[in-house]
Structure formats: structure tokens, C-alpha cells
């Protein structure tokens, strides 16, 4: 009798074949894209996502042309600090247009088409046990966003991961050119859980880890104080791309998604445009 | 997923996909060689498995049969969605060639595309919705 691997073919519903066809459809997508950059941590809080916005500023003032990809499907937030919330998604004559930040960082984030009093949501033949199937469900999500929007030609396109060491080692294997970026703050219970992540991913792939909230910057008395009392350095054994204080005025920027563009120079701004120097340095 | 008529030792070929009812999909493959049927008859969570992984299931050449249409389609609350008790803005015609880009947005966020779009139309005072109007839709955007 004749075993599995006998047979050519599945009898006709190429699911296999979809699914291959799927994953073509989204090569093609990013050919243009020269690196593919995810932002992640395992831990949540740590401002991934702002850090996301600042780096893709900082990229996009040294020339680079840059788009950010908000995998945060169930807590969307670059679309409101990006100030893309009211754009619309407009159909290209192949692909669909990638809303713009006005310094031309092309954002894709669902919080574009789910209103903030609204959660996303699936449908399902299993009756509410997404336990199940929606981790799958969302990769396939993924999947179709990256094939159908317009990334054009990029040097960067950074993918603000949302929180969980495992979903960080699904998005390595789910796109397998990403390189890594951990976010970590100065607390122990976050080094804890960033440790965990860098554990689970190939340490080849991982470009490096930067400390967010590495103190608060003053303006008063244009000093950088501390937040977290935490002398221990980590030691993740991944290079470090830099220390980034908290900024009150950042956060106010990306809270009202205003542009951060004319921002004045600061020990902050500073310290961003060193992590994306060392970041660029670390993938070329 | 194979199946194999054991009595021939052949593969058997997908032949009709039921639409999905109550979670259920009836998926019926035959045997080329003897002509034998079989249905197989998924359970909630194998049609769900499979709708999660974007696919379609339908016999190769023939109309596909969806597994439940898009995977996508109706989990997002449509923004901007008319609000009950208001009077529905006036209708805007697409032409064909408007229509066709429109499908190049994917299905789940298609009805929010849509709605925006003919929001954007009304706004500047147009009525038919061209690719003109889709390529000044993106131009006002700064796409």
C-alpha cells in the first residue's frame, strides 16, 4: 500500500501549494526591502514601540528610507504616536498604499482601521476557543499585510514586535531575514525576561540590545537622573547598541502623535542617533 | 491531508467542497480508478485550523469552494461605520476599474478601505469614484 510520500500531490486541495504560494507572495513583497529589523523584548512596557518611532526618526535623518510594520495587531499603538490614525489604506493599481508619517516613514499599524474603543476580532468555526488557532490566525494576518502593501524600496523596515518571548521566536521563524533588536529596561525583572528571549533566538540574528529608560532626562537642569535603581550592567552576552533616557517631551509627542522632527538637540536626541548609528553598523 | 482507496492503491481526488455548516465542512474526494466516494466531515476545530492558515480548499480547476469565505472578513468593526438613527450619506458609484484596484486591498480591511475612501470622494465633491479619485486620495495622503 502505497504511504503518504508515495503520492505527488494532495488530490486537489493544494493546501500545502497555498500556503507555499503565500510565502512567495510575501518575498516578493519585501524584495525591495534590504533589511528586515524586528524590535522586540519578551517583555512588555518597555517602550518597544516607542523606541520603534524614535529610531525610525533618527534612520530617517541620517537618509534612510525607512517604513515600520506595527505586529501589535491586539494593541496597535504606532499609528496614534506616528499620527497615522485617520489615514486610509488607498489601493494602488497592485498593491495598497503605506499611510506616511509627514518625513515620509511609511507606517502600517492597525490602529489605522480599529478605533481604540475596539478590540480585534475573528471569526471562528470553533466556537471561542481561539486558544486554539489564533496564534495562526494572526501569522496568516501578518502574512497578508506583507504581501499586499507597497514597501517599495527600503533600507529598513522595522517590525515592532508585541510583548512575549515566544512570539519573538515565532516571528524569527515566521520571517526568517529578520534580524533582532532587544529592548530592555534597567530593572532586573525585565533583564530577566529580555535574558529568555536572547536564549531562544539565534544569537546570529540578533544585532544587538538597547537600554530604554536609562534614566529620565531634566530639562530643567538639562540633566539625565536616574529612574531605576540598578547598578549591575547586563550581561546578555549581545552586543549593546546604546542607553536611551526617558523624555517627557517624546512621550508627549508620540501620546499626541505629533511629528518629531524639530526636536531640539538633547542628551535624548543624542543617544537615539547613536543607537541607529550602531544599529546600521551592526547589520551592514 | 492524502487519502488513498486502499482497494486500488490509488489517490483519491477532491471532488466538492460543501459550504461550512455549524462549523463543519463537507469535503468529498473519489477514486479515479474504481469511481468510489468518500466524504470527509471536519469537526469546528479542523475547519477552524485551516481557515487560520488563509487557505482555501476546492478541486483543482473547477470555482474554489472557500472554507468560509476570507478568514478575515467581519473581524474588524468597520471605523467610521454608519451610526444607526443618522441619515445615510448619498451613495457613491465605483466604476469597474476603481472596483478591480479595491481588490487589491486585502479582504479584512477592505469595507474600512472602502468607507474611507467614499468619505474622501464625498469631501471633495465627487461622486463616481475613479482611479483619478483613488490616485488623489493617495496624493492628499502623502503616499
Not at chain 1, 511609511?106 to 480585534?120: K, T
Not at chain 1, 489564533?134 to 523596515?157: H, Q, V
Request: charged share 20%; with cysteine; net charge negative.
Amino acid at each position: 500500500m502505497k504511504s503518504y510520500h508515495d503520492i505527488v500531490g494532495d488530490g486537489g486541495s493544494r493546501v500545502l501549494e497555498q500556503v507555499a504560494e503565500q510565502r512567495a507572495r510575501i518575498t516578493d513583497g519585501l524584495a525591495g526591502v534590504r533589511h528586515l529589523v524586528a524590535i522586540g523584548s519578551g517583555k512588555g512596557g518597555v517602550g518597544k514601540s516607542t523606541l520603534t518611532l524614535h529610531l525610525a526618526g533618527a534612520l530617517r535623518a541620517r537618509g534612510l528610507r525607512i517604513a515600520i510594520l506595527d505586529a501589535d495587531f491586539n494593541g496597535p499603538s504606532q499609528a496614534r504616536m506616528a499620527g497615522v490614525q485617520e489615514a486610509l489604506f488607498v489601493p494602488g493599481r497592485q498593491k495598497v498604499s503605506l499611510p506616511r508619517t509627514t518625513n515620509g516613514i511609511g507606517v502600517f499599524s492597525m490602529g489605522s482601521v480599529i478605533p481604540e474603543s475596539a478590540a480585534l476580532e475573528f471569526e471562528s468555526a470553533a466556537g471561542g476557543e481561539s486558544q486554539t488557532w489564533r496564534a495562526t490566525r494572526e501569522f496568516a494576518l501578518l502574512g497578508e499585510i506583507l504581501a499586499a502593501f507597497e514597501w517599495g524600496t527600503l533600507d529598513l523596515l522595522m517590525i515592532d514586535l508585541p510583548p512575549g518571548a515566544e512570539r519573538t521566536v515565532q516571528y524569527a521563524e515566521f520571517l526568517p531575514r529578520t534580524s533582532f533588536v532587544l529592548v530592555t529596561i534597567p530593572s532586573e525583572v525585565a533583564r530577566g525576561v529580555v535574558a529568555r528571549s536572547v536564549t531562544t533566538l539565534p544569537k546570529n540574528r540578533i544585532v544587538g540590545y538597547v537600554e530604554n529608560m536609562s534614566g529620565y532626562y531634566c530639562r530643567g537642569c538639562d540633566e539625565i537622573r536616574p529612574l531605576f535603581d540598578s547598578p549591575n550592567a547586563p550581561s546578555f552576552g549581545i552586543p549593546c547598541l546604546g542607553t536611551v533616557p526617558f523624555d517627557p517631551e517624546l512621550a508627549r509627542r508620540c501620546d499626541s502623535g505629533l511629528p518629531l522632527t524639530d526636536l531640539a538637540d538633547t542628551p535624548v536626541t543624542r543617544a537615539l542617533d547613536d543607537v541607529a548609528r550602531q544599529l546600521v553598523e551592526g547589520l551592514e | 491531508m492524502k487519502f488513498l482507496c486502499v482497494p486500488c492503491d490509488s489517490p483519491m481526488k477532491l471532488q466538492t467542497v460543501g459550504p461550512p455548516e455549524r462549523g463543519s465542512l463537507s469535503v468529498v474526494y473519489s477514486c479515479p480508478e474504481c469511481g468510489y466516494e468518500i466524504a470527509m466531515l471536519t469537526n469546528a476545530y479542523e475547519t477552524q485550523v485551516v481557515q487560520s492558515l488563509g487557505v482555501r480548499i476546492g478541486p483543482e480547476g473547477g470555482e474554489k469552494a472557500s472554507t468560509a469565505g476570507c478568514p478575515f472578513s467581519g473581524m474588524i468593526p468597520a471605523k467610521g461605520a454608519e451610526t444607526p438613527g443618522l441619515t445615510a450619506p448619498e451613495p457613491v458609484r465605483w466604476t469597474a476599474a476603481a472596483e478591480a484596484r479595491l481588490a487589491n486591498v486585502p479582504e479584512f480591511v477592505r469595507p474600512m478601505a472602502r468607507t474611507g475612501i467614499e468619505k474622501f470622494a464625498r469631501e471633495k465633491g465627487f461622486f463616481e469614484i475613479d482611479e483619478r479619485v483613488l490616485d488623489a486620495a493617495r496624493d492628499f495622503f502623502g503616499m
